[in-house]
């Protein structure tokens, strides 16, 4: 098995597409199964994927995890893809049809010709569809499970062709949105609460990102379930001219989330000016795995830092002393902008949405 991006602590809702997705890709069926799981950012298909997983791994002999979110890290994943394969497939196997010197053309062959036809393959985050032909990424067979997710709806389009099935992932039901808000502010689902909860979730689109970046915000006391509608309309308010104009796409869901992180981002700033510029760093950099050391070197770097941006200043300081360094981290952890490999501890993920223009527009 690859190894997987970092699951959420605790999953909620969702029975109606893990149904589907167990059902449509049953790996007792015959022929390829294939689902897209489209939505936007945050919308949860990465986790959903990720609990489909953690509850079927049993019914696969290999499953293989690719990121896309840009061809170098499609170049990345097959080659680690490529390593696993070689070293842990079995050896009493068909041979490998393809000799060649390409990473992603042997593992797609050693998917096609084999006797352990249960496996599966999960290409996340094909979202960048203009730069890679996504097709082309799958093994042309008559047997295996697939999935593909996507921000772009048009990734169903393609795969329709090609005997893909296609969910929207789109809000949670709302029973789950209260759950997941009030779960993350660590509140009580009392009666009164939950009434609360049932707004806040009905203003934040029930999109899983920003409830649980809203129930932080509740855990960290910034806002309250009473003030938090007013809060949310005045930040929404303020982010106007940055955010999406009514009409375009997914135009309420995006403004909710965008919304919902400059919240959590003024409060990082004002708590940490260190673990802001992390982020800034990290929304640039994009959904990666990204070495802690890597970001403990930046004090090493001669490059002078431009004097006018005191947080870059200020993490280039921290970067010096391993321990401080960590604490603005577990600040970015707690506020579940970062997740940290708990069992390693030496590598990191953002959970932010990678759109990095917002974090220095607002
Ligand atoms: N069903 C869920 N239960 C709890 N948290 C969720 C759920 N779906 C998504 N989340 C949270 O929302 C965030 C975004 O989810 P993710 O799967 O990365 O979205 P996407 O892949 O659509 O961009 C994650 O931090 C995750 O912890
Ligand atoms: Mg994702």
Redesign the pocket.
């Known amino acids: 098995m690859s190894e997987l991006p970092i699951s ?1 602590p ?5 029975d109606t597409e893990l149904e589907e997705l167990s059902s449509t890709l049953d790996p007792t069926k015959f022929g390829r199964k294939g689902i897209v799981l489209f ?10 994927a ?2 489909y997983i953690k509850k079927w791994k049993q019914l696969y002999q290999a499953v293989i995890w690719i990121n896309s979110f840009t061809s170098e890290q499609i170049i990345e994943s097959f080659t680690e893809a490529f390593h696993l394969v070689s070293k842990l497939w079995p050896v009493k196997d068909l041979p490998n049809p393809y000799v060649g010197e390409n990473k992603l053309n042997f593992v797609l062959a050693r998917l096609r010709s084999t006797l352990y036809r249960n496996w599966l393959l999960v290409i ?2 094909a979202d960048d569809l203009d730069s890679y032909n996504l097709v082309q990424l799958l093994p042309d067979t008559h047997h295996g499970s697939i999935i593909v ?1 996507s ?1 772009r709806r048009d990734a169903s389009d393609i795969l329709d062709a090609h005997g893909f099935s296609g969910i929207e ?1 789109d809000k ?1 039901d709302d029973h ?1 949105g209260r759950e ?1 808000l009030l779960g993350r502010a660590g509140i009580s689902n009392s009666s009164h609460n939950s009434s609360h909860a049932a707004t806040i979730v009905k203003e934040l689109n029930g999109l ?2 920003a ?2 970046q809203a129930g932080i915000l509740l855990r960290r006391k910034v806002v309250n379930l009473k003030n938090f509608i007013e809060e949310y309309h005045t930040q929404s308010n303020r982010l106007m001219g940055h955010l999406p104009n009514a009409g375009e796409v997914q135009y309420d869901k995006t403004r909710s989330m965008y919304t919902i992180l400059s919240m959590l981002y003024s409060f990082v700033k004002q708590q940490s000016p260190t673990a802001a510029a992390i982020l800034r760093l990290l929304a640039v950099i994009g959904p990666t795995q990204v070495p802690i050391c890597l970001l403990l070197r930046i004090s090493q770097l001669n490059s002078r830092i431009p004097s006018a941006d005191p947080e870059f200043q200020s993490l280039h300081d921290s970067s010096k002393v391993g321990a401080i360094f960590r604490l603005h981290l577990n600040l970015l952890e707690d506020l ?1 902008l970062v ?1 940290i490999r708990p069992a390693s501890g030496k590598s990191l993920e953002s ?1 932010l ?1 990678h759109r990095a223009d917002v974090w220095y527009r607002c």
Not at 10 to 14: A, S, V
Not at 39 to 48: A, D, E, F, V
């Open positions: 959420t605790r999953f909620y809702g969702r939505g936007i950012g945050g919308s949860g298909k990465t986790q959903l990720l609990q996340d985050s997710t921000a992932i949670l789950s997941l899983p990102l409830l649980e579940c997740k959970a949405l």
